[in-house]
């Protein structure tokens, strides 16, 4: 399982600047809704593509392409049929199959959906969760929320290893009954295993917000921050390189197609 | 001195729904059954449920939103379903926690508490899907969403139940 | 005239009991418990598993009962000031506490933010922040670790992460609870040292007795039934130490050599392999090794030496990459669920098989699959519950103290009469005599045992074989009339 959604790697999209990164999927997602024609679309798809391939390594693209493709093929074949306006493009025995409009509607929602998937993957991958996080408290996300997403992102992991063991336990515990050989198990013999995981996750809150208030969390004076991103010229570079962006991505629909 | 009951103060806050949204996003990637659009069902709702029975609809609403934000984050290729996700499992934990605290023990009140927070999620990922799959796709996805959601009102008020059994503490929890 | 100045830390009378449950008293911990120290001074406290160190530790630092709830009575004074009113973010700077497991006080994903998140707190400015971290990582050998996510450290690595936050908060009083347990003798000597330099008022809280490390403490003191019992200014005190064996916290004196009982040979290990994933090639390798039913072994070795693993692979949970498992009397091949049925494994955390809300309910779920009746199952659970010492059947497990919740882990296997277990370090935490009796009750069943441990001196009095494995291998198998050879063969595992 992956834990960290974030791969390490040097190129210029993760040295890119975090805030920029996440301001600019709001217009990489608006760009796929505009009335254009699709043609207009397949650049921007192409881009993002490229994107993931030169700054990721060509190999992640697989991961992304093997999850969606059924997604993709299901949208080949179930959009047509709702949009049956325009001149027929293709009939099976007197049934129209395919008009102009249905084509288009198709290539429209496959350059859509393949670029919002490959956008947001090539985000997720190049910001860390800690710049994540300070890239929210620096959209003024509350400094508390800000804590909840990083315990979470440390409990995670370990939770994890909970599950195994308690799987592991049970497993010991229960060998030598009758019990089915399916290796999948049955729905009902989750039950005492997600008991287990519960209580023992349950059982690390207080004890967890005893470490927070030993540590200082809940004093009145004013907290400082330790870590921040950069405000530099880089910064504001990155600025307006996404100002650029954002431009292009939006520009299409000004356009009168 | 009397008993005296301990405290829900913020930190207490924080790492209740911390944690609760580690195991919304673990419970969400540990049973994957793929599916189509959406990619898996999985048991993210039966910790929706479980939490919104035990710590309430505050609780539910963060750490459901979060956890299956996180989950959806985690996947890599389902990125972009993580403010959707948010938004609707938020809601669900919201709705689900609200309809149960009216009567808190009542299994009927729980039952109708859990299919509406089904509802929520199986129409709100048929909306947003509908935007970005297109409508067929999305309708596609809508009785596995339901299965899912099923799947987590059952298991979540028999945890619920189990739980509280087990770990008496639990019960002074709920804010 | 010479009068002695008043205490830094001063506890008097202090009473804890846990909230009560469903009409059942809430557990009490403490009974007008008191103790003081002087400021700098190095105390040990000691006291068995469930004696009330860490609620006592929890008590010192403000957290309970503001977490557990719960009835506390009694005086704490700080300094001189009223400390039970206060609220531990207030005491941050008096009271710094290490606790015994260190996920617990773990909540970021670096390093370098977990010691900063309490200067954060206390307001320091970035720079020192940054100075202070460094300075803090570099004084617990940690240089370099800024950006490593804690969750990928090593035990001891973990508590010296923890060690360095407390130093850079910089508390007067420093809390160990059972602290130096997990960090090697050279790190245990230089804390120490580090916290004499700083001039800390330091606590060690321990269930056992630890020679060679307490030579510098000044105060010694024994926490049994809720108060301090018996205490000393020095390590040599005759009485001290009557009361410390009396109360299992030392290995008991007139320990009664172990018989050899008849041993039955129950599996074979043959060219057993199996490569870590993940690591460069380090693997297990056993060309022979023998397991017998009624034997008490003890199996001994660093840190990554593979004992855990090849427990595993004993189990059945982990499968080797080549070699055999036989089962000896029948001679077939032991694998997978087979082996699981006929060997037990106890983690060393019990908690993670507890999900019911009795202890009836516990020990009896194995059993009614097996078909017995319903009064024979009662009849069993009873006789067990007994021999593990757990008196209260309708009391829930996860409520329970961890000894008594150790103890039902052991009892639910030994109901399930596998014919070897293996107890992955069920010794931490719990005291001489608790280990003892786990042990003999066990026992009773006939089972053969093995206990992964650290502790060679209690392996030697205890076990009728040692086993000791370094780097993937078995480097030692020592029946018990030839123990003196051990010191030869393993003498890393020997501590001074």
């Known amino acids: ?257 | 001195m009397n008993d005296e009951r301990p405290a829900l103060s913020p930190a207490f806050r924080i790492a209740s729904i911390a944690i609760l949204a580690a195991v919304t996003t673990v419970l969400t990637r540990v049973v994957q059954i793929p599916t189509v659009a959406r990619g898996y069902i999985n048991l993210g709702d039966v910790a929706i449920v479980f939490t919104a029975l035990t710590f309430g609809p505050f609780s539910a609403a963060l750490s459901g939103g979060l956890g299956t934000a996180l989950a959806d984050l985690l996947s890599g290729p389902f990125a972009f379903w993580a403010p959707i996700s948010l938004v609707v499992h938020g809601l669900q934990g919201l709705v689900v926690g609200v309809i149960a605290a009216a009567r808190p023990t009542n299994i009927v009140v729980r039952i109708i508490a859990g299919v509406a927070g089904m509802a929520i999620v199986a129409g709100g990922y048929f909306v947003a899907g509908g935007f970005i799959t297109g409508w067929g796709p999305s309708l596609v996805d809508v009785p596995a969403n339901i299965l899912q959601g099923g799947v987590g009102v059952v298991l979540g008020i028999l945890l619920a139940i189990a739980v509280a059994r087990a770990y008496p503490p639990v019960r002074q929890w709920k804010w | 005239m010479h009068t002695t100045p008043a205490p830094f830390f001063e506890a008097r009378k202090l009473s804890f009991r846990f909230p009560g449950i469903e009409g059942r008293q809430g557990r009490s911990v403490l009974n007008d418990f008191s103790l003081s120290l002087a400021r700098g001074s190095l105390s040990v406290l000691l006291g068995a598993a469930d004696a009330g160190k860490t609620t006592f530790s929890r008590i010192a630092a403000g957290l309970i009962p503001r977490f557990t709830g719960g009835r506390l009575s009694g005086t704490m004074l700080l300094g001189g000031r009223d400390a039970l009113t206060q609220r531990p973010y207030e005491l941050m700077e008096q009271v710094g506490v290490v606790a015994q497991s260190s996920d617990e006080q773990i909540f970021l994903t670096r390093c370098d933010t977990e010691i900063a998140f309490a200067l954060e707190s206390l307001g320091m400015p970035r720079s020192r922040m940054h100075e202070k971290v460094h300075e803090s990582l570099q004084i617990m050998g940690l240089g370099g670790f800024e950006a490593r996510n804690p969750s990928t450290l090593s035990g001891g690595e973990k508590k010296r992460l923890l060690l360095a936050c407390l130093y850079a908060i910089g508390p007067e009083l420093w809390i160990l609870d059972e602290s130096l347990a997990e960090l090697d003798l050279a790190w245990k000597r230089r804390t120490v040292a580090l916290l004499s330099e700083i001039q800390a008022t330091v606590l060690i809280l321990d269930s056992r007795w630890q020679e060679g490390l307490i030579q510098s403490a000044t105060s010694f003191a024994l926490l049994s039934n809720g108060m301090v019992n018996a205490s000393a200014t020095s390590a040599d005190d005759g009485t001290f130490s009557r009361a410390l064996g009396a109360a299992g916290i030392t290995p008991g004196e007139a320990l009664d050599p172990p018989v050899i009982r008849a041993r039955r040979h129950f599996l074979s290990v043959r060219d057993l392999r199996y490569t870590f994933p993940g690591t460069d090639g380090f693997s297990l390798r056993i060309d022979a090794l023998d397991l017998f039913e009624g034997e008490m072994c003890c199996l001994l070795g660093r840190n990554g030496s593979g004992k855990s693993t090849l427990g595993r692979i004993l189990c059945g949970l982990l499968r080797p990459d080549g070699g055999t498992l036989t089962f000896a009397d029948l001679g077939v091949p032991a694998f997978g669920d087979a082996l699981c049925a006929h060997v037990g494994y106890l983690f060393q955390n019990p908690d993670h098989q507890i999900y019911l809300p009795t202890v009836r309910e516990e020990l009896s779920l194995g059993l009614a699959r097996q078909g017995s009746s319903r009064v024979e199952i009662a009849e069993r659970v009873d006789a067990a519950a007994m021999l593990f010492g757990l008196p209260d059947l309708d009391e829930p497990p996860a409520l329970m103290s961890y000894g008594a919740r150790r103890r039902l882990q052991a009892a639910t296997y030994y109901l399930l009469a596998r014919r070897l277990l293996i107890l992955d370090e069920v010794d931490s935490g719990l005291s001489y005599r608790e280990l003892e009796g786990l042990i003999a009750a066990l026992r009773k069943g006939g089972a053969g045992l093995v206990l992964i441990t650290h502790d060679m001196r209690y392996a030697r009095s205890i076990a009728d074989r040692v086993l000791v494995m370094g780097g993937g291998r078995v480097i030692a198998d020592v029946s018990r009339p030839s123990f003196s050879s051990l010191e030869s063969l393993a003498p890393e595992t020997f501590l001074p």
């Not at chain 1, 927070?212 to 330790?226: I, P, V």
């Open chain 1, 1 to 257: 399982m992956i834990v960290d959604f974030y791969k390490t790697g040097s190129s210029f999209l993760h040295r890119f600047d975090p805030r920029a990164k996440l301001i600019l999927l709001v217009p990489l997602f608006a760009c796929f809704f505009f009335r254009v024609p699709p043609s207009v679309l397949v650049p921007y798809c192409c881009a993002l593509i490229a994107l993931v391939a030169a700054t990721l390594g060509p190999g992640e693209l697989l991961s992304p392409l093997k999850a969606i493709g059924p997604v993709l093929v299901l949208i080949c074949l179930l959009t047509p049929p709702f949009h049956r306006t325009g001149t027929p493009l293709w009939q099976v025995a007197g049934v129209v199959v395919v008009t102009t409009d249905g084509a288009r509607e198709t290539t429209l929602m496959v350059l859509r959906f393949l670029g919002i998937t490959f956008g947001f993957f090539a985000v997720v991958r190049t910001v860390s969760p800690e710049d994540l996080v300070l890239s929210l408290r620096w959209f003024r996300l509350p400094y508390g929320a800000c804590l909840v997403v990083l315990i979470a992102l440390r409990t995670i992991p370990s939770l994890v290893g909970t599950w195994h063991n308690v799987q592991d336990a049970h497993r010991l515990r229960s060998a030598g009954q009758e019990r089915t050989r399916k290796r999948r198990l049955s729905l009902g013999a989750y039950m005492p295993l997600l008991t287990s995981v519960l209580i023992e996750a349950v059982k690390q809150i207080p004890v967890q917000a005893m470490a927070l208030e030993s540590r200082g969390y809940g004093r009145r004076t004013h907290r400082t921050s330790f870590a921040d991103l950069p405000t530099g010229p880089r910064a504001l570079r990155d600025a307006f390189i996404a100002l650029g962006i954002a431009m292009l991505f939006v520009a299409p629909a000004f356009i009168p197609w």
